[in-house]
């Protein structure tokens, strides 16, 4: 095929694979070998999983010579590093990933087709590393790729989850969960680094010593219990560079010593019992995105893998800086040292770093102060105030009591110190800026101490950074004006482009002539005069249709439910909570299924609405709402009465492998939230990259995405934040909508009937009872005529075939500035001051 030689040929342009001894007939034998060596197995026994695996150690060879490589390079230069601190990472699948980015996929394809496999097929074996819940764990994932094509010396540091994101199924409607157990048989990406096992402590008491010669208080911490943390290693391997950085993930396990000493007394059983309280830190990944657990296990987590990263920091910072006395010479800490916190879920990662240094270490308040907030710096992904962590100081007590001593030093200092300075007396101000809420329970406030201790604070879009800065911190603001920034956020193009989407990665290399845009998406924009043109529509389209009949496949095999590829995919996939609105697009699919049933004739396109999203277990109204969307969708999807208009997918088990199949295939992208409660949004930049038209509100980074896009090239409606702010003070009153609107009025009277649940009335009234009793805290039915209406106008752009393809393609090429890549520079030139160091 010829086209496919051009796009060989494209990639190779930038990077020779040939002189790297990868050619097909190298890559043939290598996995040949590992099929033998590594899997012992051979060609006419070896299972699909046998054959991927081969096939991951062929690539590994490189991926390991590159890490050796960067690492030595790194250290030899002793070159400043930024440490991205984060409870998730959501990796998905990485070997076509890696493969892309080493430019060996079509090599590597070509190659197992000569042994008659399909590499394709093959990545499917993969189980997705779903070590993360949504948002935030992806957007770490995206930022590791960057770190590493920006040639940027980075560690990721995170947590070894046994079980990941609970794997869901759907039965009668239902959301169940089940285990995830990613590396149940092996997992061919990971590396054990036992000679870097760190130990941290837990629990105990603080005793006080008092120095006769200077009259100072010494603390010594007393540890109750200590915990090992293997690291596991994750290479991430750049685009387009020599740069293999790592992902360093910690397992928590029983310190040896400690069973030894407890089996010699004869407590085997008890010892067993400890190893496995040990090993419960990592066994499963909270499933809450965007809710606090508050339970004591997270805290521990936090700690856990906060203070093994901080260890491993030090050190590696150590050996490069010990003088020959054999003291530590602290100077140039904040010089080479810089750690990233990925929302608060880190923060004690704060008192933790300035622990060491005054306990251990021997270094003055302020000299280790001095060095500690310049060395943090701190991301803020929510204003939601359920998200806002808060520790009872009670279990801080109980689990870090030394920990709990340095927090209310650090907030003396500051009550006394700036604020006192710039709120002088204002006891007001000081009870709400101080680090423990005092109340019948006292807490201790993350997001605060975050502030305090960081010399940077961002939020992930420009509405929510203006948010962050003028209604969440507004009084730290007025103390440190430049700590506030933003940082928009952004995707990775060679997983959402490149790899999900080879076809149309494809027909823009070969239009453009070079695949420079898959770093420097802004290229694209040189293919806006093809906008226009009626060739490069067509093949365009084409491959959105394509992609559409895959996706028709996988809904059949997963739901049995048949849709038409010449209908409309309309497509709403993230986690599922109320303030991002599926119960919106829920209503008006209702109304559109009345107004099908009032018209029989009614000329409307064929709509599929299609879910994907996972609810945190113990979130009810998440959970109801998943129920009456199936029970909605089973009710639709078999009334012959509407031929097939509508149709209703609720794709079971959302994921990163799941969301690269659906991405492609999408018409209509739903971005729904009730404006200023979605931060940034990172979906939103994906669908739109792959050309799907926004049906969104004026929301988080839906915004900047229309502002380069165009606003006449999307569907956005619904109330802006300043009127949401202004109906929510005047007094929202959801009841008027329901009585002045008659198909808001039907819509919710018939969730309260038992047509959706025959034999049933009533399940599905908990949306309404929410919607109207609750005083519908997200405004549902304030936007669902806009809504609607917005819907009608998507209706009429695609019905004009040229209108829709021209809108589609603009929406997909003007997405440059949403290249994570470009977040990450917005890092490294506000925030990190970090240089690119290439390797070899
Ligand atoms: C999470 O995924 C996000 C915020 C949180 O506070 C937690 Br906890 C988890 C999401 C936001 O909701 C998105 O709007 C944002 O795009 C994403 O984080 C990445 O910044």
Redesign the pocket.
């Known amino acids: 095929m010829a086209n496919k030689k051009a796009a060989n040929a494209a990639s190779a342009s930038s990077f020779d694979s040939a002189s790297l001894n990868y050619t097909k007939e190298d890559f043939k034998a290598k996995i040949v070998h590992h099929l033998h060596s590594t899997l012992g197995t051979s060609e006419n026994k070896a299972t699909k999983q046998s054959w991927w695996k081969a096939t991951c150690a062929a690539v590994n060879e490189l991926v390991y010579e590159r890490l050796t490589q960067t690492q030595q390079t790194h250290a030899n230069k002793d070159t400043r590093a930024v440490h991205y601190l984060s409870a ?1 990472f959501l990796m998905g699948r990485l070997t076509a990933n890696n493969l892309h980015n080493l430019h060996l996929f079509n090599v590597c394809s070509d190659a197992l087709k000569d042994l008659g496999i399909n590499l394709t097929d093959l990545c499917e074996e993969e189980p997705d590393m779903a070590l ?8 770490a994932a995206c930022f590791i790729d960057s770190l590493a094509t920006l040639n940027l010396p980075a560690l990721g540091y995170g947590i070894h989850y046994e079980n990941g994101l609970f794997r869901q199924e759907i039965h009668n409607g239902r959301q169940i969960e089940r285990p995830d157990s990613w590396r149940e048989y092996g997992n061919p990406w990971e590396i054990c680094r036992p000679e870097s096992i760190q130990e941290v402590a837990l629990g105990g008491y603080v005793e006080t010593i008092y120095s006769e010669k200077d009259g100072s208080l010494k603390k010594v911490w007393h540890p109750a219990q200590k915990i090992k943390g293997v690291p596991w290693d994750i290479p991430v391997v750049g685009y387009n560079g020599t740069t293999v950085n790592i992902l360093r993930l910690w397992e928590s396990k029983a310190p040896e010593s400690f069973d030894w000493d407890v089996f010699n007394a004869g407590g085997y059983v008890d010892a067993q019992a400890e190893k496995a309280r040990a090993e419960t830190i990592s066994k499963v990944l909270y499933p ?5 657990a508050g339970k004591i296990l997270r805290l521990v987590q936090q700690y856990f893998f906060s203070a093994c990263s901080l260890k491993d920091i030090l050190r590696r910072y150590k050996r490069a800086h010990t003088l020959a006395s054999g003291k530590v010479d602290y100077s140039e800490f904040a010089n080479k040292i810089a750690v990233q916190l990925n ?1 608060t ?1 880190p923060t004690i990662a704060i008192p933790e770093l300035m622990r060491i240094f005054v306990d251990e270490e021997g270094l003055g308040w302020e000299e280790a102060w001095n060095i500690c907030y310049k060395v943090f710096s701190y ?4 204003l ?1 105030p359920e ?1 806002l962590e808060k520790w009872p100081v009670y279990i801080f007590e109980r689990v870090l009591p030394r920990h709990l001593e340095i927090i209310y030093e650090i907030n003396r200092r500051f009550l006394e110190g700036e604020c006192e300075r710039v709120f002088p007396g204002n006891d007001f101000i000081k009870a709400k800026l101080s680090l423990i809420e005092e109340g019948s329970t006292r807490m201790v406030r993350m997001g605060n101490l975050c502030v305090v201790g960081s010399h940077k604070v961002n939020g ?2 420009a509405i ?1 950074s203006k948010l962050v800065k003028e209604d969440l911190f507004p009084e730290y603001a007025q103390i440190w004006n430049d700590k506030f920034c933003n940082v928009t ?1 952004g995707v990775t193009p060679r997983r959402w482009m490149l790899s999900c989407n080879p076809e149309l990665a494809k027909l823009y290399t070969e239009t453009l002539g070079s695949d420079e845009w898959v770093t420097k998406l802004d290229k694209l924009k040189d293919l806006k005069k093809y906008a226009d043109n009626a060739d490069f529509q067509k093949k365009f389209m084409a491959i959105k249709h394509a992609n559409k009949v895959k996706l028709a496949t996988v809904i059949k095999a997963e739901t049995g439910i048949e849709v038409d590829p010449n209908a409309l995919f309309d497509i709403q996939i993230k ?1 599922l ?1 109320e303030y991002k609105r599926q119960q919106l697009n829920l209503l008006y699919i209702l109304a559109l299924y009345r107004r099908v049933l009032e018209n029989p004739d009614l000329e409307m396109t064929p709509h599929v609405f299609i879910f994907g999203s996972k609810a945190a277990p113990g979130y009810k109204m998440a959970k109801d709402i998943i129920y009456a969307i199936n029970k909605v969708g089973e009710r639709i999807n078999n009334d012959a009465r509407i031929k097939g208009k509508i149709k209703v997918v609720f794709m079971p088990n959302y994921r990163v492998s799941l969301a690269e199949k659906l991405i492609p295939a999408a018409d209509v992208s739903q971005q729904i ?1 009730t404006a200023g409660y ?6 939103n930049m994906k669908l739109a990259m792959n050309g799907a038209i926004t049906l969104g509100t004026m929301d ?2 839906n915004i900047e995405i229309v502002e380069e896009a165009g606003e006449e090239n999307n569907a956005i409606f619904g109330l802006s934040v300043d009127e949401v702010k202004s109906v929510k003070a005047n007094g929202y009153n959801p009841w008027d909508y329901y009585n002045r609107d008659h198909e808001i009025k039907k819509a919710l009277d018939w969730l309260d009937s038992d047509y959706f649940t025959p034999g049933f009335p009533g399940e599905l009234a908990g949306i309404k009872r929410a919607l109207l009793e609750g005083g519908d805290t997200y405004l549902a039915l304030a936007d669902f005529r806009s809504y609607s209406d917005a819907h009608a106008r998507l209706e009429k752009m695609y019905a004009n075939k040229k209108g829709w393809a021209k809108s589609a393609i603009l929406n997909s090429i003007t997405m440059g500035k949403f290249n994570s890549d470009r977040s990450i520079q917005d890092y490294v030139d506000q925030v990190w001051s970090l240089e690119t160091c290439l390797v070899k």
């Open positions: 998730e993360g819940n949504g948002g935030l764990g992806r957007l809450n995105d965007s809710t606090e929302d879920h991301t803020n992904h929510t939601l998200a992930v879009a929510h956020n986690r909570h939230s979605e931060a940034s949004g990172t979906g988080g980074a």
